[in-house]
């Protein structure tokens, strides 16, 4: 009962973020967030988690880089993508999570080695409560809401993500935010 009821509380929170995040988007005034050390922490509690699932978790994080934006909901953004790869990447896999500037934008991509997504399950991957695989997500106790989510908040900082998936290559999401430097005093 007591974990029935933690999933039920965790499905209400998740309904409860989306139903308020347009309202947010345009309400909330940005702050300086640090994004390469906001990604390096939110790696940590992954590590534990990879081990125990036989998956190796990588990093690729280039220091220093900064957006304009909301610490929240970007932590929350990485975590929904590292904790999808571990999952998906299988034993013996590799989830790997790359920060890096190209020009005028803030790209994070993170990469699993496991089973490729069938490709008439891509384009849905972002909607609510869609699942590619609903044997495979019920038994990790997933409602479909997280890539959703992921979605709005990329949505809501001005960004796009997307996501590849093919036979060898694995599954890549990819996150692309405008980078924008933080304003300096005169």
Do not use: W
């Not at 940005?30 to 922490?41: F, K, N």
């Not at 304009?68 to 013996?92: C, F, H, S, T």
């Not at 996150?175 to 300096?184: G, K, N």
Request: proline fraction near 6%; aromatic fraction near 6%; glycine fraction near 10%.
């Amino acid at each position: 009962t007591r974990d029935e009821a933690g999933q039920m509380k965790g499905l209400v929170e998740d309904l409860l973020f989306l139903a308020k995040s347009d309202a947010a988007r345009h309400g909330s005034a940005p702050t300086l967030v640090y994004l390469s050390e906001l990604a390096l922490g939110c790696l940590l509690p992954f590590e534990s988690v990879a081990f125990e699932a036989g998956v190796t978790l990588e990093h690729q994080i280039a220091p220093d880089l900064t957006l304009m934006g909301d610490e929240g909901p970007l932590r929350r953004l990485i975590r929904i993508l590292l904790d999808n790869a571990v999952k998906y990447a299988g034993p013996g896999g590799t989830a790997t999570l790359t920060l890096e500037r190209r020009q005028d934008k803030l790209r994070i991509t993170v990469c699993n080695t496991g089973q490729p997504i069938p490709p008439e399950h891509l384009p849905h991957l972002f909607e609510s409560f869609y699942r590619a695989d609903t044997a495979r997500d019920r038994q990790a106790g997933g409602y479909g809401l997280g890539l959703s989510i992921a979605k709005s908040i990329v949505e809501g900082h001005r960004g796009k993500i997307s996501v590849t998936s093919a036979p060898g290559a694995g599954t890549t999401f990819t996150v692309t935010l405008p980078f924008r430097a933080p304003a300096r005093n005169s």
